[in-house]
């Protein structure tokens, strides 16, 4: 910024001083004059000096670059070349201005140039020569567009922030000194006219509930003779339809709305309407709607401060309500409140009593004459309730004009019951409060009511026993102590009651009840046979306490008594159908838990006598440690419940102690069943086929087809570990009915390609799930009419295990397969023993003999003679044999001396996709050597 200076003035007159002197000063200034220009032209702030007519003498390379000029055709020029007029004479009045006052000056000045307006701070300072006279104006200016922009949105946030400060002091004002009015009608105004100075409407109405109507109470900007007499039915025009709904309305033009059907508000022209329900507690006490008569738009805030607003107002209105209904109460001698059906009691300033009404009496079992005059902590309140009625009392005498709460109080005959409280302030007319009443209900029954509803919540209605709920809970608080004692060993035990589903499907329910009632008391016995006491849950319920300020709370799940001093403790809890759940805690060591596991398992193994009917049933167990270490109860019981299913899959086993690997396993195998049911969308799904060769000739005479599963992250998966859980799921329907289609329309390919090498036949598997389905043979033959196929070279092949012991309907299923004109196979002929005895009543064309059996044949003299028999078999029932699994040329030659048909195995081929299989039946290799035949 320059400032008004004294001019520097030098003399350069010649004198007798050494030349050498001068010529060093005249370097000294040019080299000062070189940095102040280069000072000059590098600054980005724009640096000019002008004349006295305003024409540019100078300009610096910033002032060039904002012009878009040179500065050689910026000088001699004034303003009026550059900017517009009126911008020009703004800048060129504050030049004249300074230039006229001599005094350095610092403005503001908005330009319009390069299309964007830009805000500028010009300093600006008169301009002398030498001997100190005026001849011009030196100014800097700098553009501050960005900061006075940002200045400009910070004072428009301040103003927001303070325009909505002034809303919420303006709402705290709506009922600041409202609320101490009793008169309803003085009231319902003063509320009524802050609201809509708040809100900015041009009118508004307060509506009344009146039974089923609600009726006109107060108005602005309404004519009196207009509104008076007004009500509308709830559910009926704008303000019905809010008291109906207990919900806020905006309609932005009344006229052409027909939810409005009275013609005065159409009459009074009105055109913008919002309106909200005034109500307490749920409970609906009127409406309050304000009104503009030109279009307003619909506004979040406004609605917003209507809300809150109509909720103190519907407070404040109670208030006044109520003290109507007191004050009429007294005018008539106490009539109406001596036949109100709860408890009203009056005290004075002092909070002695001066009333009690029949109610009371009936609820305390105090008369009238003994309850008046006394304080009511002489006769219905604990000596330890005084420092909440102390503060009651402070409440209402500061302002608070009604006080709600939940207290446990006594009768006089002594007997404790909770009681609700409604206690509000009486004021005169000075504002002075002057008695005090409170309305009292008694509320035993239904405080008792919902402990109940919390006993079921918390336990099993059938066993008795805590659930799932209450059994987290618990152990979350172990979990909790456990922290701060580390050898606090603790241990979950999750038990499954194994055949308790047929006990119930084949004696029902009531019978399956009592067995779960029998086994929970089981239970409990092997409990305290071991010296475990059990935890003493209470559910004296603090779960809904209204206030935790009173006395002699009520003692709810979260203040389970605790008592660590006892060595071993436990909690028995039903968390399924015909599941439990043990906590075990204050363990010494891990043999404990086991211990009891085992009692368990031997004590549940032995006959329930369930109505002279003897059941026997069994139990898995699964335990888990607190060594595990987890921090969730949730996780423990998972866990738990994890090493249960362990149990069952080893079979063998009582119980099988938690070990984390099992957890990974857990959801490895529930990641791959969901990448199982993906991988059908995605049809990542292959067929493959394996060579079925003659062991005659050693000729291709077909493949079995087999899927194949490459995952789109893990690649292949093995059969093996997909099979199970496709079957397991029911997925392996969709999966065979793939196979099936994809292996027929290969087939069909097959001999339009290579006509010559056919007949071939391909063998598709068919799962239990398969054959168990309604509607699979309607499938299968739309299969086969849509690919087209040969139905002859089809083979179905269905797995000796699957044959059960139906034997009639697996006879219809199977000929009614035949009837579709293909080939029936039985898989892994030999491993299920019960089907031999009926395989001359089935329509089987094929026998596959378990590779288990050509494995050993050669070795194992058994094993030969039971594939002996099962061709001789064959070949007497007119089926030929196919043998599984052949692998060496010493397994073949003893086949052929067998005189078994057809073979396959990895001595001919393994499983091999559709190109290399096509290649096998182009290239019409023999599968078996000329040597090899001339060994046999």
């Known amino acids: 910024m320059l400032t008004k200076a004294k001019p520097i003035i030098i003399d350069l007159r010649r004198n007798p001083k050494d030349i050498t002197d001068r010529k060093a000063m005249e370097f000294s200034l040019s080299q000062s004059n070189n940095i102040l220009r280069a000072v000059i032209e590098d600054t980005t702030d724009a640096i000019f000096i002008k004349d006295l007519q305003g024409r540019y003498l100078f300009v610096n390379a910033a002032i060039a670059k904002i012009f878009g000029k040179p500065a050689g055709e910026i000088v001699g020029k004034d ?58 104006l030196i100014g800097i200016a700098r553009e501050i567009t960005d900061r006075k922009q940002a200045e400009e949105e910070r004072l428009e946030l301040v103003k927001k922030l303070s325009q909505e400060r002034e809303d ?25 006219q802050r609201i809509v100075e708040v809100i900015k409407a041009d009118a508004g109405v307060i509506l009344l ?206 007997r404790v019951i909770i009681c609700e409280w409604h206690n509000t302030p009486l004021k005169d007319a000075k504002n002075q409060i002057i008695n005090y009443l409170s309305m009292v209900q008694d509320v035993t029954d239904r405080k008792q009511a919902e402990k109940k509803l919390q006993h079921y919540a918390y336990y099993d209605p059938i066993t008795g026993l805590p659930n799932r709920t209450l059994f987290l809970k618990r152990l979350e608080e172990t979990i909790n102590l456990a922290k701060h004692n580390q050898d606090n060993l603790f241990a979950v035990l999750f038990l499954n009651l194994d055949r308790f589903q047929m006990v119930k499907f084949s004696l029902g329910h009531h019978l399956a009840d009592r067995l779960l009632v029998n086994a929970a008391q089981r239970i409990k016995n092997c ?41 071993k403790k436990s909690l028995v809890a039903q968390v399924g159908l015909d599941e439990f759940a043990i906590l075990l805690t204050n363990l010494r060591e891990t043999s404990n838990a086991t211990q009891i596991a085992d009692q368990i398992y031997q004590t549940l193994s032995y006959p329930f006598d369930l109505d002279e009917q003897e059941v026997f049933i069994s139990t898995s167990i699964g335990i888990a440690f607190s060594s595990v270490g987890y921090q969730q109860p949730e996780d423990y019981l998972r866990a738990a419940d994890t090493a249960m299913h362990q149990t069952k899959q080893l079979s063998k086993t009582r119980y099988a102690v938690f070990e984390p690997g099992w957890q990974t396993q857990a959801i490895e195998r529930l990641q791959l069943e969901t990448d199982l049911r993906r991988a059908i969308e995605r049809k990542e799904f292959q067929v493959y086929y394996q060579p079925i060769v003659s062991i005659k000739n050693g000729k291709l005479i077909g493949f079995e087809a087999l899927v194949r599963w490459h995952h789109s992250t893990r690649g292949w998966v093995s059969p093996g570990e997909f099979i199970p859980i496709a079957e397991e799921t029911g997925l392996i329907s969709l999966i065979d009915r793939y196979v099936l289609r994809e292996a027929c329309q290969q087939m069909v390919i097959w001999k339009h390609k290579f006509p010559e090498k056919f007949p071939l036949t391909i063998s598709v598997n068919l799962s239990a799930a398969q054959l168990a389905q309604l509607g699979l043979i309607e ?58 005895a009926r395989l001359h009543q089935l329509p089987i064309d094929t026998l596959k003999i378990d590779r288990s059996f050509i494995n050993q044949m050669v070795c194992d003299n058994e094993s030969l003679e039971i594939v002996r028999t099962i061709i001789s078999l064959a070949h007497i029932l007119q089926m030929d044999v196919i043998a599984e699994g052949v692998e060496t040329t010493e397994q073949l030659l003893q086949l052929q001396s067998l005189e078994c048909e057809y073979s396959q195995g990895f001595l001919f081929s393994r499983p091999v996709d559709r190109q290399t299989a096509e290649t096998l039946i182009s290239d019409n290799n023999l599968f078996i050597s000329e040597n090899i035949n001339n060994q046999q």
Not at 98 to 127: A, C, D, M
Not at 550 to 567: H, L, R, T
Request: net charge negative; aromatic share 6%; charged share 20%.
């Open 779 to 836: 499938r299968i033959d739309q299969i086969l009419q849509e690919t087209g196929i040969n139905r002859e070279s089809l083979k179905i092949e269905i797995t000796e295990s699957n044959l059960t012991e139906n034997c009639a309907s697996e006879i219809v299923m199977l000929q009614q397969l035949k009837t579709l004109g293909i080939q029936l196979s039985i898989d892994d002929f030999g491993t299920g023993y019960s089907s031999l």
């Open 209 to 414: 509930k009146e039974g089923d109507r609600i009726s006109v109470r107060a108005t602005i900007g309404i004519e009196a003779e207009v509104r008076s007499g007004f009500s509308v039915a709830i559910g009926q025009g704008f303000a019905g339809t809010i008291a109906a709904s207990h919900q806020p309305l905006y309609i932005e033009d009344v006229q052409a709305n027909p939810l409005i059907i009275s013609p005065i508000l159409k009459q009074l022209n009105i055109r913008t309407m919002m309106g909200v329900p005034l109500k307490r507690n749920g409970n609906l006490v009127g409406v309050l709607h304000v009104d503009w008569f030109k279009i307003h738009p619909f506004s979040d805030r406004e609605l917003h401060l209507l809300e809150i607003t109509a909720e103190r107002c519907a407070m404040a209105i109670i208030n006044a309500q109520l003290y109507e209904q007191t004050k009429q109460l007294q005018e008539s001698l106490q009539l109406q409140i001596e036949r109100m059906p709860i408890g009203c009691i009056l005290k004075d300033e002092n909070f002695r009593i001066i009333d009690w009404n029949p109610t009371a009496e009936k609820i305390f079992g105090y008369t009238k004459q003994e309850a008046l005059g006394k304080y009511p902590e002489q006769l219905i309140n604990f000596p330890g309730a005084r420092p909440v009625i102390q503060q009651i009392r402070q409440q209402l005498e500061a302002g608070k004009m009604i006080d709600h709460n939940l207290m446990e109080n006594i009768t006089k005959d002594g």
């Open 527 to 567: 409990l305290q046979n071991r010296n475990f006491s059990f935890f003493d849950v209470d559910l004296e319920s603090n779960l809904t306490q209204e206030n935790q300020n009173f006395p002699n709370p009520i003692i709810g799940i979260n203040n389970i008594v605790k008592n660590s001093s006892n060595p």
């Open 79 to 136: 303003d009026t070349e550059f900017f517009a007029l009126e911008t020009a004479r703004k800048i060129m009045e504050n030049d004249r201005r300074i230039i006229s006052s001599g005094q350095s000056e610092s403005v503001e000045e908005i330009v319009f140039i390069n299309n964007n307006t830009q805000v500028y701070l010009s300093t600006k300072n008169v301009y002398r020569n030498s001997q100190g006279e005026i001849i011009g």
């Open 168 to 192: 919420l002091t303006a709402l705290s004002k709506v009922t600041a000194n409202a609320v101490s009015t009793l008169n309803l009608a003085d009231l319902l105004n003063i509320l009524l």
